[in-house]
């Protein structure tokens, strides 16, 4: 793959690929480039990194990116294949499932690793952590310790992530919090899916099965010609984002 801003200021792009995911609309298709910076202002100021507009062409927003310069021709000046983007999808999650303890706390630390703050990230997670053991008792926290254990499993997390994870799930005591080491990109990423896959598995999974069951139970009673006014399906649930 190559990148490049020739000297007849055309931005030139080979071997990568043609579509990527619009931060805005979230649908997959090309990239058109609209704005670049003119290749004799780059070799007069000649910085470490540089900014390109693209438009999406589902939506028609613009989206950015940013390259790093790799090296400076007579001719071009070339970049480094694999840009940056600047702008993230918000991270989104069915929070209408939650109880609203665990809801607000948890849409703040979503909010947190969409704008990329780790320690915040971690701090928010620490929070709804201790709604869900607040509202689940000691039985559920055990549960959710055995859910989390088996999420390392599945996912094959390695064990200084994890060790990572589990200090802000189960870890709850402030002080200690204070004096932990920096978290980096990586264990928040592991942290999001457990957090999220812990969720899914202490409550989504059990309000939709539940959902569910009382809907077949109402149309089964309806073929039957069982009028019970007290079942009534209820299949609409609000998610807050």
């Not at 062409?57 to 990116?65: G, H, I, R, T």
């Not at 202490?202 to 077949?216: E, I, N, P, S």
Request: charged letters at 25%; aromatic letters at 8%; glycine letters at 4%.
């Amino acid at each position: 793959m190559t990148a490049c801003i020739t000297a007849d200021n055309r931005f030139e792009r080979s071997g990568g690929i043609s579509a990527m995911e619009c931060p805005q609309c979230a649908a997959v298709v090309p990239m058109s480039v609209t704005a670049f910076p003119p290749f004799s202002r780059l070799k007069a100021e000649r910085p470490a990194q540089i900014g390109v507009v693209l438009q999406c062409s589902a939506c028609k927003s613009p989206v950015f990116l940013r390259y790093r310069t790799r090296a400076w021709r007579d001719d071009r000046v070339e970049l480094h294949p694999l840009p940056q983007p600047v702008e993230h999808l918000p991270e989104r999650f069915s929070l209408g499932y939650l109880p609203a303890p665990v809801a607000t706390r948890f849409r703040e630390a979503l909010a947190c690793y969409s704008a990329g703050l780790w320690q915040a990230f971690a701090a928010m997670c620490r929070q709804t952590a201790r709604a869900i053991f607040e509202d689940v008792g000691e039985a559920g926290r055990l549960r959710v310790f055995d859910t989390v254990t088996e999420i390392q499993q599945l996912g094959e997390i390695d064990e200084a992530t994890f060790t990572a994870v589990c200090r802000v799930i189960f870890d709850q005591d402030a002080r200690s919090a204070g004096s932990e080491s920096p978290f980096e990109r990586r264990q928040a990423a592991a942290l999001l899916e457990t957090m999220k896959d812990m969720l899914n598995q202490t409550y989504v999974r059990k309000a939709k099965l539940r959902q569910a069951l009382k809907v077949r139970r109402f149309f089964a009673d309806q073929a039957a010609g069982i009028d019970d006014t007290e079942v009534a399906p209820d299949t609409k649930v609000t998610s807050l984002r």
